[in-house]
């Protein structure tokens, strides 16, 4: 990679500290440029008590800007924020803040696209563009902080894409988003999201991290989870089951599973049933989306009241469940519906 690949945002103060004496630049610069960094700045104009000739440098080193920010809405229903990104290279992700009592939560995309095809999600409809950076992950993060003007509480990376087919560069993420020098967010303000690809659960249970983990289930057995999403042609259930369990065994940490309920899909007390047989002793917890609309699919959202005798199913089952708020549907709020509209020009 040479230099000029690397968004500004992937760097840390380590690379820059050996960038300035590659540059002979005086050390302590690193410290300022990170701050900026670290602040949401991805202009070099904005580093104000940096001299010019060492931002020119840096931008002749490093790519800067192309985060620009191509539509803000907000709901009017709870306050929920969505923001488009347009990166460097024309790609654009989006990135939705949502207020809880606890404080902000940023949903963020891994990826420009998502190639898992799942056949509820806007983000499967668009053609995939690329992998983020760790720099792009944590731009969304403290770029939206800078325009919220209030620290972000809680990162969920649920947006655009599986994080999981861009290991890499999630866990370098996680380690800059950590780095009390930076964005100092605690690995336990992070919750992972992943459809279930289940070599890489094996290999994020090796890595000892304190990160949250959510597994997108949506289906209690093969046959029917096979027609919501491809990924399970390719791990069954049982393998999916089994590397969780490891995981809980190994990390003693709970894993949350996301199941979106669609009307008469997957909604059925046979369903639930199920559902309570698979989880039964683990480790688990289970959150139930009564999902956004999503343009151009055939699915709606269960009602209400089939939502609550899921939920009633599974606790009597002895399984904990939520019922996750369906936030800013309004502006679109699921994974990818704004994006694919700003895309598609239908908005
Ligand atoms: S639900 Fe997630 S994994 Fe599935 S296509 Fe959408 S973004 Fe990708």
């Not at 230099?3 to 760097?11: G, H, M, P, Q, T």
């Not at 904005?46 to 931008?59: F, G, S």
């Not at 792009?136 to 770029?143: D, F, I, K, R, T």
């Not at 956004?292 to 939920?311: C, D, M």
Request: one cysteine or more.
């Amino acid at each position: 990679m040479t230099l000029k690949d690397k968004f500004c945002l992937d760097l840390n103060l380590n690379d820059l500290t050996e960038w300035c004496a590659k540059r002979d630049v005086p050390k302590y610069r690193a410290s300022q440029i990170y701050g900026w960094l670290s602040s949401g700045c991805v202009s070099t104009d904005d580093m104000t008590n940096v001299p010019k000739n060492v931002r020119a440098m840096l931008e002749e080193d490093f790519i800067f800007g192309g985060f620009e920010m191509m539509e803000h809405l907000v709901s009017k229903l709870d306050g929920t924020e969505k923001f488009v990104y347009k990166l460097y290279d024309g790609n654009i992700i989006e990135t939705v803040a949502m207020r809880y009592k606890t404080g902000i939560s940023v949903c963020i995309s891994s990826q420009a696209g998502c190639r898992m095809g799942c056949a509820f999600c806007a983000s499967a409809k668009i053609d995939f563009g690329r992998n983020l950076s760790a720099g792009e992950l944590l731009a969304q993060v403290s770029v939206t902080q800078k325009e919220l003007g209030e620290r972000v509480h809680s990162v969920v990376i649920m947006g655009i894409g599986e994080p999981f087919d861009n290991y890499e560069n999630v866990m370098r993420f996680i380690k800059l988003a950590n780095d009390p020098d930076g964005l100092n967010l605690g690995a336990r303000h992070i919750t992972l999201s992943t459809c279930g690809l289940v070599p890489k659960i094996e290999e994020f249970t090796k890595e000892g991290l304190q990160v949250n983990l959510a597994v997108s289930l949506h289906a209690p057995n093969d046959e029917l989870r096979k027609k919501l999403m491809p990924v399970a042609k390719a791990y069954s259930i049982e393998q999916l089951m089994m590397a969780c369990k490891e995981y809980t065994k190994a990390t003693n940490r709970r894993i949350t599973f996301e199941y979106s309920l669609l009307a008469g899909v997957n909604d059925t007390p046979q369903c639930a049933s199920e559902l309570v047989k698979l989880l039964k002793g683990g480790l688990y917890h289970v959150n139930l989306i009564a999902m956004n609309k999503v343009p151009g699919t055939i699915f709606q959202s269960a009602s209400p009241a089939k939502v609550k005798q899921f939920r009633d199913i599974l606790e009597s089952g002895g399984i904990n469940a939520t019922i996750r708020r369906e936030m800013g549907s309004d502006i679109m709020a699921a994974c990818g519906q704004l994006r694919r509209g700003t895309i598609e020009g239908t908005r």
